[in-house]
C-alpha cells in the first residue's frame, strides 16, 4: 500500500510515518505540508492512498481533495482532522472522500482505517458515526410526531387563533401550563412565534388553508 501523508505539521507527519512504515506492506512514498503540494504529490506518486489534513495553510485538504477527485475520480483520501464539529463533518462528507479519522486516533485505528479505505470501504471515525446517525434520524423523525396529546390540542387551539386565556379555561389548564406548552411547541417545531405556528401547521397540512378556519384529521 503505497501512502502520502499531507499536514502542515511536521512532528505529526513524521509520527504518523514512523508507525504505519512498522507494517510491513505499508509505504509512504511523499509527505506535503498544504493542499497544493498535496495536489502535485499525488500527481507525481500516483499514491493508492493520500492522507489528508482538513486545515491547512495555502489550501485545506477538503479544497484539494474536491480538485485530486475531479481528476482522478477513484482517488482514495482518508481525511484527518481534529475538528468534529458536524458543519467540518458535512463539508469532509460533501467532498466525496473514501474516509474520515479523528486526529486523536490510536495507531491501530489508523492502519485499520487505511486498510478499510483500501478495501474499498468507506471509514468513519466512531464519534464521527455517531453524529452522522443523530442527524440522519433527526432528518426522519417528523417534529409534530414528537409533540405529546396535550401540545397537539394547544397547537390546535393556537392555530384557531385562541389566546392563552381561552385556551386554559378550554382546556382546564393554568395559564402559565399554557404558556409552557406553547413554548414547547415552538422549541420542537422550531418556530419563533404565534405566525411562525401557524405557518408551519398550514405547510404541513395541519389547518386548512382557507383561514385557518378549521384544523383537518391530523391534529
Not at 92 to 99: K, R, Y
Not at 118 to 137: C, Q
Not at 142 to 158: G, H, S
Not at 175 to 196: F, I, P, S
Amino acid at each position: 500500500m503505497r501512502i502520502i501523508i499531507v499536514d502542515d505539521h511536521t512532528l505529526l507527519r513524521s509520527g504518523l510515518a514512523a508507525m504505519v512504515e512498522m507494517e510491513n506492506d505499508i509505504e509512504v512514498v511523499g509527505q506535503a505540508s498544504n493542499g497544493r503540494e498535496a495536489i502535485e504529490l499525488f500527481e507525481r506518486e500516483l499514491p493508492d492512498i493520500a492522507v489528508m489534513d482538513v486545515t491547512m495553510p495555502e489550501m485545506g485538504g477538503i479544497e484539494a481533495s474536491k480538485i485530486i477527485l475531479k481528476a482522478h475520480p477513484d482517488a482514495k483520501i482518508l481525511i484527518m482532522t481534529q475538528h468534529e464539529e458536524q458543519q467540518f463533518l458535512e463539508a469532509i462528507l460533501d467532498a466525496d472522500v473514501s474516509g474520515c479519522i479523528g486526529k486523536r486516533a490510536a495507531g491501530e485505528e489508523f492502519v485499520a482505517a487505511l486498510r478499510a479505505v483500501e478495501r474499498g470501504e468507506f471509514y468513519l471515525h466512531p464519534a464521527m458515526a455517531r453524529m452522522v446517525a443523530r442527524r440522519a434520524k433527526k432528518r426522519i423523525i417528523d417534529p409534530y410526531d414528537t409533540l405529546t396529546p396535550r401540545e397537539k390540542e394547544v397547537l390546535q387551539a393556537v392555530v384557531q387563533g385562541m389566546k392563552n386565556s381561552q385556551i386554559a379555561r378550554t382546556l382546564n389548564l393554568s395559564v402559565k401550563t399554557v404558556e409552557w406548552h406553547r413554548a414547547n411547541l415552538m422549541n420542537k417545531l422550531d418556530c419563533h412565534g404565534v405566525a411562525d405556528l401557524v405557518r408551519y401547521a398550514m405547510e404541513h397540512g395541519l389547518v386548512d388553508q382557507d383561514g385557518c378556519d378549521g384544523p383537518i384529521d391530523r391534529i
